[in-house]
């Protein structure tokens, strides 16, 4: 029996299928299951038994990793749905999102330039700001609305965002070494 | 045959215990501890000394000397004698640094370094091996009895290379490997459990060839490591070469021989640690021409020498603690391991970062063996269900040569452990049945700028149009860093063979070699070891499923225990044999015949885990 074949994420941790989720109870959800699957657990049992707490192990990492991370959690919701983000090959984006792309990225430019740390700090604040506000309208649309093509357009704006943050971040190392 | 089933509440008959310890396989130094009586231990050796060099002397009839009985050759034969042989671990040509003053003869293969010793050509894993070997018998004369198993523990910052050779080492020694532990989580554990901590930790480890910082979070017998970073070629010996640069620069010897070079090397040790309790030394050294160097030196001076090797160590700290995604604000502690923390310096700069002075109340040179000691404990089944549970990350990118030379990340840095991912892959040839995966390790774009690991011919793909099959290639880390690849072809189902050419490790051919090699000059014989290992592993077999099915037996049906029950008749009757093969035959049938049943326990187990939780939150 894999785990896989056996339940979702969310049944794994005994937790609604929501995007609004009580972090703390998957937190503490997570732990009671992996003090009972670690391999660990599994060092003076025989090989098949290692095996299995090996599997497990490795997919209750991985459905923590997916539900603790809000952008994955959405994808994850919209898969259990039926809705593919397809951010590989959808790339459509309304034009004042994308100028707004551009303008960021001009911004993190001019900073990196002057090597401006409080122009970096500034920059990922405002960042965190909007995508606060779009994982807000994100919960609404897939928690009260149930609107699911609208949700995964907004998955694949945040995950521009997102890789804007990444890339900010990676500014902001440069600058401090 | 009777199985014998425990009434309800009844307590079990008390086991025996079994025996576990936890190694400290240093670059200067390294320790054996265990657990005796709920105390962790360091166990000593005949004289009375806790701490073993990790110095290795190759006679020419063959005989090998471990520790002090080596250390006295290292200047009158630095060619035969291995010191710091950490740092060749999982290591090419290419990655060491040159420096002066390496006395050792390297073989001319590639792959892993290895040195021409006058007992013939010896692997950087055989040399650990010798001082796994030495602290396993100072284990089994201090306890009384051959080992169970032991945990051994690694810099965090170590690569896979690294760890398997380590884990080859111990192979080579023979030890069973429970587990590979970081350096700093066993520190955590260590410290940990001694001060009952909670909160988030740094754990800030400078030994004798390796740097590694970790952050942890502590939370109710939970050791989660958030992020670790460091630098698998800085440690103390840097600080030792830096004394001894000064030296060459100050009394203007030319170069000197690789025993002068030993000799002068020794005495810059002893002047860094005389540094630490004194404002300044006086440096003695007598040379093989009859030269004296005498010098003095201060701790300013001292300081000024080394003041760039203390700041490399910052840049990782920095780095752990953006992937962790905290500030030093965050940090509750900072515990100091390694012998190299003594240094002042060392303990300024890190209460500078940190905005707080270090915590120093464990023994830095002990605190990581008696983490390994304890997880070793608790990993022999010598607890009963109070133990801890650690949750560790892998310490490098995992990732895989594309077209182009680029490396594409499978697993990032930092995931929590055992992690897997599955990547697909097509064929671009018609008919092709065969492909080849590189497998990196590293952060860096370009696959020439990570570490290679290996690569994974898959052969026994079905022939098909060119990018019609779809080849599902797995690539699994376990709890020990270690990675493992398996693939099938989706449409097919078929199962794809993997050929591994580790690009610095050893094959299995190779270690069976070293063994029956190793056997060659040994009284012990190899059959017998064969069948000491089988007949361990029988009886652990044994008592884990007697355990499994007074436990939850209840979920099996007659005739389920019935095919079970006979599988451990017939492993009990061939474990009093002396055929190594048939234990093993039997033991493996015992296995297959129980894969259901444990499938079954493991859902039982998942279930209970939270039932049982949201009644205790019931209650309060």
């Given at each position: 029996?894999?785990?896989?074949?056996?339940?979702?994420?969310f049944?794994?941790?005994?937790?609604p299928a929501m995007f609004q989720l009580d972090l703390?109870?998957?937190?503490?959800?997570?732990?009671?299951?992996?003090?009972?699957?670690?391999?660990?657990?599994?060092?003076?049992?025989?090989?098949?038994?290692?095996?299995?707490?090996?599997?497990?192990?490795?997919?209750?990492?991985?459905?923590?990793?997916t539900l603790k991370l809000p952008l994955e959690r959405a994808r994850y919701l919209l898969r259990i749905h039926g809705v593919d983000t397809r951010e590989?090959?959808n790339t459509a984006m309304p034009a004042e999102f994308l100028l707004e792309q551009?303008e960021w990225?001009?911004?993190?430019?001019?900073?990196?330039?002057?090597?401006?740390?409080?122009?970096?700090?500034?920059l990922a604040l405002r960042l965190r700001t909007e995508m606060d506000s779009l994982f807000g309208s994100l919960a609404t649309l897939l928690d009260v609305e149930q609107r699911h093509p609208a949700a995964a357009d907004l998955v694949r704006q945040l995950a521009f965002l997102e890789k804007l943050g990444r890339?900010?971040?990676?500014?902001?190392?440069?600058?401090?070494? | 045959?009777?199985?014998?089933?425990?009434?309800?509440?009844?307590?079990?008959?008390?086991?025996?215990?079994?025996?576990?310890?936890?190694?400290?396989?240093?670059?200067?130094?390294?320790?054996?501890?265990?657990?005796?009586?709920?105390?962790?231990?360091?166990?000593?050796?005949?004289?009375?000394?806790?701490?073993?060099?990790?110095?290795?002397?190759?006679?020419?009839?063959?005989?090998?000397?471990?520790?002090?009985?080596?250390?006295?050759?290292?200047?009158?034969?630095?060619?035969?004698?291995?010191?710091?042989?950490?740092?060749?671990?999982?290591?090419?040509?290419?990655?060491?640094?040159?420096?002066?003053?390496?006395?050792?003869?390297?073989?001319?293969?590639?792959?892993?370094?290895?040195?021409?010793?006058?007992?013939?050509?010896?692997?950087?894993?055989?040399?650990?091996?010798?001082?796994?070997?030495?602290?396993?018998?100072?284990?089994?004369?201090?306890?009384?009895?051959?080992?169970?198993?032991?945990?051994?523990?690694?810099?965090?910052?170590?690569?896979?290379?690294?760890?398997?050779?380590?884990?080859?080492?111990?192979?080579?020694?023979?030890?069973?490997?429970?587990?590979?532990?970081?350096?700093?989580?066993?520190?955590?554990?260590?410290?940990?459990?001694?001060?009952?901590?909670?909160?988030?930790?740094?754990?800030?480890?400078?030994?004798?060839?390796?740097?590694?910082?970790?952050?942890?979070?502590?939370?109710?017998?939970?050791?989660?490591?958030?992020?670790?970073?460091?630098?698998?070629?800085?440690?103390?010996?840097?600080?030792?070469?830096?004394?001894?640069?000064?030296?060459?620069?100050?009394?203007?010897?030319?170069?000197?021989?690789?025993?002068?070079?030993?000799?002068?090397?020794?005495?810059?040790?002893?002047?860094?640690?005389?540094?630490?309790?004194?404002?300044?030394?006086?440096?003695?050294?007598?040379?093989?021409?009859?030269?004296?160097?005498?010098?003095?030196?201060?701790?300013?001076?001292?300081?000024?020498?080394?003041?760039?090797?203390?700041?490399?160590?910052?840049?990782?700290?920095?780095?752990?603690?953006?992937?962790?995604?905290?500030?030093?604000?965050?940090?509750?502690?900072?515990?100091?391991?390694?012998?190299?923390?003594?240094?002042?310096?060392?303990?300024?700069?890190?209460?500078?970062?940190?905005?707080?002075?270090?915590?120093?109340?464990?023994?830095?040179?002990?605190?990581?063996?008696?983490?390994?000691?304890?997880?070793?404990?608790?990993?022999?089944?010598?607890?009963?269900?109070?133990?801890?549970?650690?949750?560790?990350?892998?310490?490098?990118?995992?990732?895989?040569?594309?077209?182009?030379?680029?490396?594409?990340?499978?697993?990032?840095?930092?995931?929590?452990?055992?992690?897997?991912?599955?990547?697909?892959?097509?064929?671009?040839?018609?008919?092709?049945?065969?492909?080849?995966?590189?497998?990196?390790?590293?952060?860096?774009?370009?696959?020439?700028?990570?570490?290679?690991?290996?690569?994974?011919?898959?052969?026994?793909?079905?022939?098909?149009?060119?990018?019609?099959?779809?080849?599902?290639?797995?690539?699994?880390?376990?709890?020990?860093?270690?990675?493992?690849?398996?693939?099938?072809?989706?449409?097919?189902?078929?199962?794809?063979?993997?050929?591994?050419?580790?690009?610095?490790?050893?094959?299995?051919?190779?270690?069976?070699?070293?063994?029956?090699?190793?056997?060659?000059?040994?009284?012990?014989?190899?059959?017998?070891?064969?069948?000491?290992?089988?007949?361990?592993?029988?009886?652990?077999?044994?008592?884990?499923?007697?355990?499994?099915?007074?436990?939850?037996?209840?979920?099996?049906?007659?005739?389920?225990?019935?095919?079970?029950?006979?599988?451990?008749?017939?492993?009990?009757?061939?474990?009093?044999?002396?055929?190594?093969?048939?234990?093993?035959?039997?033991?493996?049938?015992?296995?297959?015949?129980?894969?259901?049943?444990?499938?079954?326990?493991?859902?039982?187990?998942?279930?209970?885990?939270?039932?049982?939780?949201?009644?205790?939150?019931?209650?309060?």
């Amino acid at each position: 029996m894999t785990p896989a074949a056996t339940r979702n994420y969310f049944e794994l941790f005994q937790l609604p299928a929501m995007f609004q989720l009580d972090l703390d109870q998957l937190d503490s959800h997570y732990r009671e299951i992996q003090a009972r699957v670690h391999p660990d657990k599994a060092a003076h049992l025989s090989d098949t038994e290692k095996r299995l707490f090996l599997q497990w192990a490795t997919f209750a990492n991985e459905a923590y990793r997916t539900l603790k991370l809000p952008l994955e959690r959405a994808r994850y919701l919209l898969r259990i749905h039926g809705v593919d983000t397809r951010e590989e090959d959808n790339t459509a984006m309304p034009a004042e999102f994308l100028l707004e792309q551009i303008e960021w990225r001009e911004e993190l430019q001019e900073a990196l330039a002057l090597r401006s740390q409080p122009a970096l700090d500034r920059l990922a604040l405002r960042l965190r700001t909007e995508m606060d506000s779009l994982f807000g309208s994100l919960a609404t649309l897939l928690d009260v609305e149930q609107r699911h093509p609208a949700a995964a357009d907004l998955v694949r704006q945040l995950a521009f965002l997102e890789k804007l943050g990444r890339d900010l971040d990676q500014a902001q190392a440069v600058l401090e070494d | 045959m009777l199985l014998q089933i425990s009434e309800p509440g009844a307590k079990a008959p008390a086991k025996p215990r079994r025996l576990a310890v936890g190694i400290d396989l240093g670059t200067t130094h390294s320790l054996v501890a265990t657990v005796r009586e709920d105390r962790p231990v360091v166990l000593e050796d005949a004289q009375g000394r806790v701490l073993l060099p990790s110095v290795v002397h190759y006679h020419a009839d063959h005989r090998v000397d471990v520790g002090y009985e080596a250390g006295v050759w290292q200047s009158d034969d630095p060619a035969n004698t291995f010191v710091s042989v950490k740092r060749y671990m999982g290591r090419g040509r290419d990655d060491l640094p040159e420096r002066t003053g390496t006395p050792y003869r390297f073989a001319d293969t590639p792959g892993m370094v290895q040195f021409e010793t006058q007992a013939g050509t010896v692997s950087p894993v055989q040399v650990s091996a010798e001082i796994l070997k030495a602290l396993r018998e100072r284990a089994v004369r201090s306890l009384g009895d051959e080992l169970t198993g032991a945990v051994i523990t690694v810099p965090a910052y170590f690569d896979e290379a690294q760890r398997q050779a380590t884990k080859d080492a111990a192979k080579l020694a023979g030890l069973e490997v429970f587990r590979l532990l970081n350096e700093p989580t066993a520190a955590a554990v260590a410290y940990g459990l001694d001060q009952e901590a909670e909160g988030v930790y740094a754990v800030y480890d400078l030994g004798g060839g390796t740097f590694d910082i970790s952050i942890l979070k502590l939370t109710r017998g939970i050791f989660e490591v958030l992020a670790t970073n460091g630098d698998p070629a800085l440690g103390g010996d840097d600080f030792d070469y830096a004394i001894y640069d000064w030296l060459l620069r100050e009394t203007g010897i030319p170069s000197p021989t690789a025993g002068d070079a030993r000799r002068l090397l020794g005495a810059a040790r002893a002047a860094k640690e005389r540094l630490s309790e004194l404002p300044r030394t006086q440096f003695n050294a007598a040379l093989s021409n009859g030269t004296v160097v005498d010098r003095t030196l201060s701790r300013e001076t001292f300081d000024v020498l080394t003041e760039a090797l203390v700041k490399r160590t910052l840049a990782p700290v920095r780095k752990a603690l953006r992937d962790a995604g905290l500030s030093i604000k965050d940090i509750k502690g900072v515990v100091l391991v390694g012998g190299a923390t003594r240094m002042p310096c060392i303990r300024k700069a890190v209460a500078e970062f940190f905005q707080q002075p270090p915590l120093t109340n464990l023994d830095p040179d002990k605190v990581v063996a008696i983490g390994a000691a304890l997880q070793a404990n608790a990993l022999v089944g010598n607890r009963a269900g109070d133990d801890w549970l650690l949750l560790d990350v892998i310490p490098l990118s995992l990732g895989i040569e594309t077209m182009g030379g680029l490396a594409e990340k499978i697993i990032p840095r930092n995931s929590t452990l055992p992690v897997a991912r599955a990547q697909e892959f097509t064929t671009w040839k018609d008919g092709q049945t065969a492909m080849s995966i590189h497998v990196v390790q590293g952060e860096r774009e370009l696959v020439s700028e990570c570490r290679s690991l290996a690569r994974f011919e898959l052969r026994g793909i079905p022939p098909m149009v060119a990018g019609a099959a779809r080849v599902r290639v797995t690539f699994q880390v376990d709890a020990d860093g270690l990675l493992n690849v398996s693939a099938a072809e989706q449409i097919s189902g078929v199962e794809s063979k993997i050929e591994v050419k580790p690009s610095y490790g050893l094959n299995d051919g190779d270690i069976t070699r070293m063994i029956e090699d190793s056997y060659r000059h040994a009284q012990d014989d190899i059959v017998a070891r064969r069948l000491r290992e089988q007949k361990v592993e029988a009886a652990r077999l044994i008592e884990a499923t007697e355990a499994a099915l007074a436990e939850d037996g209840g979920l099996l049906s007659a005739d389920e225990l019935a095919v079970i029950t006979q599988g451990m008749g017939v492993l009990r009757e061939t474990v009093e044999g002396s055929d190594w093969e048939a234990i093993k035959k039997a033991a493996d049938a015992l296995n297959e015949a129980s894969t259901e049943f444990a499938g079954r326990r493991m859902d039982y187990s998942i279930k209970t885990a939270l039932t049982g939780q949201k009644l205790e939150e019931l209650r309060v």
